[in-house]
């Protein structure tokens, strides 16, 4: 059975960071695509950051770059996000997701995965 779970969610305050985890089982991390993706309340779930299997490569929307770090571990089945210099605007509950094809250009867009977490709440506040 194909699973994800997310973890390393919590309360933190401006400008402090987190490390987000995705643990997958059930397939092979190295021909998946993997994306994280958040949703604040009243908004429509966004496209933070994704890690292509097919070329190695790395995405960002451009709210978090500079800040957050997309990294993969195939050898332990695991996805991170490193998260720095939170801002309170990064409150939200974080998800990832997996597929097994995709462009680059399709990177950020929940719309083309397929297998998804049950998401951890990150609560960015003084």
């Known amino acids: 059975q194909l699973q994800l779970v997310e973890s390393g969610g919590g309360l933190v305050q401006p400008g402090g960071s987190l490390r987000l985890s995705c643990v997958v089982s059930g397939f092979n991390l190295d021909y998946y695509a993997i994306g994280w993706f958040r949703q604040a309340p009243g908004k429509e779930r966004e496209g933070v950051s994704c890690a292509m299997s097919s070329d190695g490569s790395t995405h960002y929307v451009d709210s978090v770059k500079g800040r957050f770090t997309i990294s993969r571990d195939n050898a332990k089945s695991t996805v991170y996000l490193q998260m720095n210099s939170l801002k309170p605007e990064d409150t939200a509950v974080y998800y990832c997701?997996?597929?097994?094809?995709?462009?680059?250009?399709?990177?950020?867009?929940?719309?083309?995965?397929?297998?998804w977490g049950q998401g951890t709440q990150v609560i960015v506040s003084s």
């Open positions: 997701a997996a597929s097994p094809a995709l462009l680059a250009r399709q990177c950020l867009d929940a719309v083309w995965y397929v297998y």
